[in-house]
Structures are given as C-alpha cells and as structure tokens.
C-alpha cells in the first residue's frame, strides 16, 4: 500500500465525522450513517471476542477437559452458535460496511431513514445485552436450533433469551429495509442501478432477504415463546418437530447461508479497485447476485437434510440447491478475469479477498456434499455440518469484514494501517482455520455428530490437530485488529483514494466529513 | 469410479451393504471439487503475483469483457458438477428407502437414558445384536425428545422424531461390535445415548436367540412369572396394587379365600390358580364376568409354576403357604 507518511491533519480530522461534537451524548443520539457503523464494528466485535473465549470451552471438551458439566457445554455451544449467527455473521457486514458505505457510493448525505439505522443500532444492542444478561444468569442449553421439546423443557431463562432474539431479527428487519429504501431513493441524480457498484449490490439484494427473514424470525420466537410459556400451542410439547424445524430453517437458511451475498459484493470491489480496472463483467455480477438471492429463498429444505425431511422432499431440495453452482461460477470466473492482466497491488486486503474466495469456495463445496441426496442423508446430522457453517462464520463473513476492513480503513479513519503486519495475521488466520477445520470436516464423514454430543473413537488426535488450529486462528486475529486499533492513536494520515478507485466514496475527504459530499 | 482409493481416513470400515453406495460418491465429489478448488484458487494466487503492479503501469488499466468461450466451458464444468452430485449415488439413496423383503422386524425406541431394541418373539434388550447377511429392519419412536439413530459404520443416519414412527434398515457384512449414538444431547439425561451394533455370525446369532429364548436361564421362578404377567397379557385385566380394573387384582390372590358366582368358597391355592389359567370361565370370583381368554395350550406346567411362584410374592399369605407347599 501507498502510504504517504504526514503528520495528522488535524483540521481535517476536526471537520470530519470523528470530530467534533464528541461526546457520549452525541455518539448515542447520532444518525449519522458513519458514526452508527463504528458502533456496529465496536458491539458486534465485542460479541465475537466473548464468542471466542466461550469457544475455548468445546476445545477443551474434545480434548477430554477435566470435569466439565454437560450441561455447561450445552450451555456454551448454544450461545456460542447464537452469538456467531445471529450476532455477528448475519449483521455484520450490513451492520458494519453496510451503513458506512451505501449512502457514500450511491453519493447521499445520510440513508434514506436516518433514525431508523440509529434504530437499528439500538434493537442489536438491546438483543446483545438481553442475550448475555440470560448467559450470565439463567443460560438456556436448548442447542442454537431450538428444538420444539428441548425448549419445553428447559430450565433456563427462555423466554427472555426469545425477546433477545426477538429484537435482533428486528434489527435486522429494520437494517434491510433501510438498505433497500436507501438504494432506490438516495442515488446521487443520474445514476442507474447498473451504475451502482457492486457492493452496494450486494448490500441491496441482502437487504431483501434481511427484510423477510428478519421478519419472519422474529415473529417465530415469540410464538416458541408463548409456546413455551403454555407448554402449548404450534411448538408445544405435543407439537410435530418438524414444523419448527422448517419454520427455522425457512427463516434462517437465505439470510446465514447466503451471507456469502454481500460478501461477494465487497471482494468484487476490492479486486477491481487493487487490480485497477473495471470488473471484466458487471451485468454476470449482477445478475449472478440476484440469481443467488433467488435461490436463497427457496433452497431452505437443504438444511432439513438429515433432520427429518421425507425422501421425496430430499430430491426436490437437492436439486434446487444445486442450481446455486450457475452463480458460483459465473462470479469465480469474473473474478479471475478481472485480475487476469490487471496491476494489483498486493496488500492486505488481496490477502484477506483470496482468504474469502477458499473459505466460500470451501463452503460452498461442502454444500455440495450436502446436496447430493444419498451424501446428504448420512453427513446431515454430523460434524460435516458444523464444520460448513463455521466456514461461513470463521471464514467467509470474517475474511469478507477484514478485506473491507483493510481496503476502507483509510476512507472510514483518514489512517494507514501497517501493512506487513496485516499480511503476516492474514497467512496466521488463513492457515490456522483451516488446520483446525478440516479435522472437523474429517470428524464428520467418520459419523461425529455435529453437537461435540459424542466422540468417535480415534478422533482424539483429529481434535488435537484442530486445537492446534484455533491457537493460529486467535492469535492471527489478534494481530490484525491489534494491527487496525493502534492505527486510531497513530499518525500515519491516509491518501483521500490510496487503491486509485473510481467509486463515489474515493471522492470524499478521509475520514469523510459529517455530511459526506458537500 | 474414481472412488476406490483408501477410504479408511475418511470413513468407518465398510461394515454394512450401505456402505459403499455412501463411500464412492463421497469420494467421487472429493475429487472433482477439489480440482474445482485448486483450479480457482491456485489460479487466482498465480495472478496475484503475476499481474503485480510494476512501475509505469497507467493508473488505471483498460476495462476487459469476459472470454465468452472460456465462460462457457467453464460454467457448462460447474454444470456438469452439479448434475454429476445430484444423479451420484441416486440409486443407492432409493434402496436405502426401501427394506428388502423378509427383513427382521427390530423396534427402536430412543428413552430416558438408553435404547430398547425389541425382538420380533418380544425380547427387549439395550444393544442391537443382528445376524451378517440378514437384514434387518429398524422401526424408529422415542419416547422423549427428538434424537437420531446414527451408526456410522453402517452408514445409517435417521432422525427419530417425537409423535412420528420413522424407518431405516441395514444388513451387516462383517462380525464385530459397532458404536450407535443418538447425536443429540438430551435435556433430560444430559448426554448422548450410546451403546452398540453387535453383529453375530449366523451360528452365534441363533445360540444368543436359543439363549434369551429360554426365559427361565438366569433368573428365579417368581421373576419368570413377572415376566409372563407382562408379556402374556395378564396385566391388561390384573392390577398389582389392589385396583379392580376387569379381572380381580393379583394382590393378596394367593392363599386367601373367596366366593364364587355359583355360591362355593375357594381358597386360592395352586390348584385353582392353575385352573383359572387353563379354564378361567368354570369356577368365576364372585362379582366377574366370565370374560377371561383360556390360557390352556399357551403356558406349559412350569410356566403356570412361575406364574403361582410371582403371585405368591404379591400375597401377605403366599409366604407360608409357599412354606406348606414346599
């Protein structure tokens, strides 16, 4: 990266969005799309770092940690997958990059609804704090899933976790429509859809599958919860678990398997802005994208694989899944032509891009396995399934973030950040995760269920192996957003377009000034 | 097929009929998704480092459109892809549907902390003991919460649900103990239920048969006749708490007398019980209907012995009647 060392321009810095007013006041009352992504970054980084040292627990268990309670390990792995999912993969791109970036590429001031982003912030809080009020108290062992007769039976604070869940599905609810709204009416005068970039693409179309499954979630954990107030009712004791089982995948299989959309939107931008030249194919982007979105909805059954679903049901969700291979590689092959006789400059940020096209491409390979109907059937309720979603969490969505991370930081902070040390975390993290995955991979072909609920003899070594992983995973990790925080006391001033990109925000002052463009 | 390298680091030993038609398409997809794997990342690593920036390059590069033909062979590959995953294996996931004919009929229910396995001649016991070569049919209910019946090594993977009876079927192909785990833990045991397949030769098989066939090894004569009261049917009708519910209850039968509908006292000795199992509607307690099925040709003279032995035990006088008898 071009770093151009400066002292800090503070005057620029005073009228930039960071400035002043300052305050504890100013930052809580604020609407200002910017302001609410750095809050976004600080909560739903805060929720990840707790999900990393409660995910230290299921490692030690399947080291055969000294006397640990099962119900302890239920305890963790539920709100460890809680706060993976629904804290952080489905928020927290939109919630991060999202509100930084859409008004600024599409050349708007604010988003379209203002207090509905602070909204937004403020539903993802309360769910956070809700959520880690019931773990610290009364922590509920149901699994993240939430099976009908678990949840009848637990005795934890159930029906306040529900209300948790409850205003994060809001919150995302609220964050979609906010996108969608600010996408059709906030575009500077003059610009067509097809001149959006594709990251606000990707941000738009995510936007409707926030919208329907934000909705449709968080109306369902208010049923399970008077469901399980009265022990009756559509998920009472008595109920068929597999009418929540579809609810639940109905509802969460678009928005947690195709976070991969936004993602894609964002390492589309980073490789054409490193490779300096336009994407070689814009319209197969973009139609591969809403092609993505479209089968995100109707693909839910292939999470029932193994879980219940009736043969017939297994084909039909098989083979509609399996329509996602056109997309996939329409977008790989645009991306490889893209760099194809492109100027690259090798930074940070190619790094983290190459790391979200293995993670996805592993994930969406693994879904491949999963959506061949006779693999399905026997890897559906095994290891295999947890190691695929952990590729989306650890993988995808997190290198997704960090490439934004790096290739923005200089817009969203006016600072450089150093970059051989973000290098030397993303080979750290690249390596370690997928040293402590593929064991997992390995646990579940051998019948491991997915749960940690047992370990198959001669495993041991398998989980040992992919211990070794996490310890490179969380101290990669640590070094590059160790790497990124001591930038903020730094002096290092960052160039207004360091990567010579062509997209409205490049335009701005860095950071951008409290109403972005005038 | 491309899947014949060695699957042992991937899978369980081949232990059952379903395992090959799981191991090669595993193993089929193995392969051509990671040459799709390394194909797209190894290329997108050798253009990073070919196509780096290099001093005089123009700040921005001309803009490309996409090499029609080599997106077509391209997508028509992950087309190809898709529909090689979806057909691979087909045939094996309609058999695994579909039990063969003449299997034996085994009912699992998943419960409170352990599995019951029952036998087509009603033995209930907590591993799954099966012949090689005979398949064996698996009726599937938990008693609880939902849990899945998983044995790897026969590659048998089926969710139990409650309110539903699911099915699964297997034939083993090698003699050994395999683990079976439910792959959920449940609320109510806190762990996951495991215990194992023992697949027997067919000589071992109908020894262990001959053995849990013959009810009176290894246990006394009375918990033989606890044991027929259940699987006979008695308790249908006899309650052993007093209750009246057809029949009289077997609680205080033994030794104590009573009135018959014809008038007669009786005393409830082993002649007359023996009598009322053989030919209960002769001599009726008064205050009965003469409803109850004769037992004579079901029970032999040993069992009915059991039966008398287990009433005694109910009976504040069976203990020194049992002593007169004697």
Redesign the interface.
């Known amino acids: 990266m071009e770093n151009v060392t400066q002292p800090a321009d503070n005057e620029a810095l005073r009228r930039s969005f960071l400035g002043a007013p300052d305050g504890v006041a100013e930052w809580f009352q604020t609407t200002d799309h910017k302001r609410i992504s750095l809050m976004f970054l600080g909560w739903t980084a805060g929720a990840f770092l707790l999900m990393m040292i409660m995910a230290i627990v299921p490692i030690m268990k399947t080291l055969g940690g000294p006397g640990m309670?099962?119900?302890l390990l239920?305890e963790t792995l539920t709100y460890q997958r809680f706060l993976q999912v629904i804290a952080w993969l489905v928020p927290v791109l939109p919630g991060v990059l999202g509100f930084f970036l859409l008004p600024l590429q599409l050349g708007a001031a604010n988003m379209a609804f203002p207090a509905l982003s602070r909204c937004s912030l403020r539903f993802y809080v309360l769910g956070l704090v809700l959520m880690i009020g019931t773990l610290g108290t009364f922590p509920v062992?149901?699994?993240w899933t939430l099976?009908?007769?678990?949840s009848q039976?637990?005795p934890g604070a159930f029906g306040v976790l529900m209300f948790a869940l409850f205003f994060l599905g809001l919150s995302w609810f609220l964050t979609g429509l906010n996108f969608i709204v600010t996408v059709h009416h906030g575009r500077r005068e003059g610009m067509g859809f097809f001149d959006l970039p594709m990251t606000a693409w990707g941000f738009y179309l995510y936007g409707y599958l926030l919208v329907a499954s934000g909705l449709v979630f968080a109306i369902l954990v208010l049923y399970l919860a008077a469901s399980w107030v009265t022990t009756d009712g559509m998920f009472g004791w008595?109920a068929?678990?597999?009418l929540w089982r579809t609810y639940f995948w109905f509802a969460l299989r678009p928005v947690v398997f195709f976070s991969l959309i936004p993602g894609v939107g964002i390492v589309s931008d980073v490789i054409s802005g490193l490779?300096?030249?336009?994407s070689?194919?814009y319209r197969?982007m973009v139609g591969s994208l809403i092609a993505l979105t479209g089968i995100a909805v109707i693909s839910y059954g292939a999470s029932l694989f193994?879980?219940?679903l009736s043969?017939a049901g297994?084909?039909v969700f098989?083979?509609l899944s399996?329509?996602a291979?056109?997309p996939?590689?329409?977008i790989?092959?645009?991306?490889?032509?893209t760099?194809?006789?492109?100027?690259?400059?090798?930074a940070a940020p190619?790094n983290f891009s190459?790391a979200f096209?293995?993670h996805a491409?592993?994930a969406s390979?693994l879904g491949?396995?999963l959506?061949?109907?006779?693999?399905g059937?026997?890897?559906?309720?095994?290891m295999f399934v947890s190691a695929q979603l952990d590729y989306l969490v650890w993988g995808a969505g997190t290198a997704a973030l960090l490439a934004g991370l790096h290739y923005w930081w200089p817009k969203m902070m006016g600072r450089s950040y150093n970059n051989d040390v973000a290098r030397i975390g993303a080979v750290l993290y690249i390596f370690g995760l997928n040293l402590a995955l593929i064991p997992r991979v390995?646990m579940g072909?051998?019948?491991v269920?997915?749960?940690l609920?047992?370990i198959?003899?001669g495993s041991l070594h398998l989980a040992e192996i992919s211990s070794l992983g996490w310890l490179f995973v969380y101290c990669g990790l640590a070094v590059v957003a160790g790497n990124l925080l001591v930038t903020v006391w730094g002096k290092d001033a960052a160039e207004r377009n360091p990567w010579?990109a062509?997209t409205l925000e490049w335009t701005v002052p860095s950071p951008p000034p409290d109403d972005n463009f005038s | 097929m491309i899947g014949s390298a060695n699957l042992s680091?991937?899978?369980?030993e081949w232990a059952s009929t379903h395992a090959p038609?799981?191991d090669v398409?595993?193993f089929d997809?193995?392969v051509v998704?990671a040459c799709?794997?390394v194909v797209?990342?190894g290329?997108?690593?050798v253009?990073?480092?070919t196509?780096?920036?290099?001093d005089g390059?123009?700040?921005?590069?001309?803009?490309?459109?996409?090499?029609k033909l080599?997106?077509g062979v391209?997508?028509l590959?992950?087309?190809s892809?898709?529909?090689y995953?979806?057909q691979?294996?087909?045939a094996?996931?309609?058999a695994?549907?579909v039990a063969p004919y003449g299997a034996t009929e085994i009912g699992v229910t998943a419960r409170e902390g352990r599995w019951d396995f029952t036998y087509p001649d009603g033995t209930v016991t907590d591993t799954l003991r099966v012949e090689v070569g005979q398949p064996v049919h698996l009726t599937l209910t938990t008693a609880?919460?939902?849990q899945?019946l998983?044995i790897?090594?026969m590659?048998v993977?089926q969710?139990i649900?409650?309110?539903?009876t699911?099915e699964a079927w297997f034939e083993t192909i090698a003699v050994g103990s395999f683990?079976i785990?439910?792959?959920?833990?449940?609320?109510?045991t806190?762990?996951?239920l495991?215990t194992a397949v023992i697949s027997l030769s067919t000589a071992d098989y109908d020894a262990w048969v001959a053995a849990v066939g013959d009810i009176f090894a290894g246990r006394t004569m009375a918990e033989v006749g606890e044991l027929l009261y259940n699987q006979q049917g008695c308790k249908a009708c006899h309650s052993l708490d007093g209750a009246t519910v057809v029949g009289p209850s077997f609680k205080n039968v033994y030794g104590f007398e009573f009135l018959t509908t014809s008038g007669e006292t009786i005393t409830a000795d082993d002649a007359y019980i023996k009598e009322s199992i053989l030919t209960p509607n002769v001599s009726v307690i008064d205050g009965f209907q003469p409803v109850m099925t004769p037992y004579a040709g079901k029970l032999d003279d040993r069992e009915i012995e059991a039966i008398i032995e287990f009433l005694k035990t109910l009976s504040e006088r069976g203990h020194a009647a049992g002593q007169e008898g004697k």
């Open positions: 309670s099962t119900r239920l062992g149901t699994g099976d009908t007769q678990l039976l637990d008595l068929d678990p597999m490779a300096r030249k336009p070689t194919g197969t193994g879980q219940g043969p297994g084909l098989s083979f399996l329509l291979v056109v996939a590689a329409l790989s092959f645009t991306w490889l032509s760099l194809y006789r492109g100027s690259i400059t090798c190619a190459l096209i293995l491409g592993l390979l491949l396995f959506a061949s109907p006779v693999l059937r026997y890897l559906g309720a095994t390995l072909s051998k019948g269920p997915q749960d609920a047992g198959v003899p010579g062509t | 680091a991937w899978f369980p038609d799981v398409p595993f997809i193995y998704s799709a794997l797209t990342v290329l997108a690593v253009f990073l480092r196509y780096r920036r290099q390059d123009p700040d921005r590069m001309p803009a490309q459109g996409n090499n080599l997106l391209w997508v590959a992950a087309v892809l898709g529909v995953a979806f691979l294996g087909l094996g996931y309609v695994q549907d609880d919460v939902a899945n998983s790897p090594a590659r993977q969710p649900l409650p309110g539903r699911t683990p785990h439910s792959g959920t833990f449940s609320a109510l806190q762990d996951s495991a």
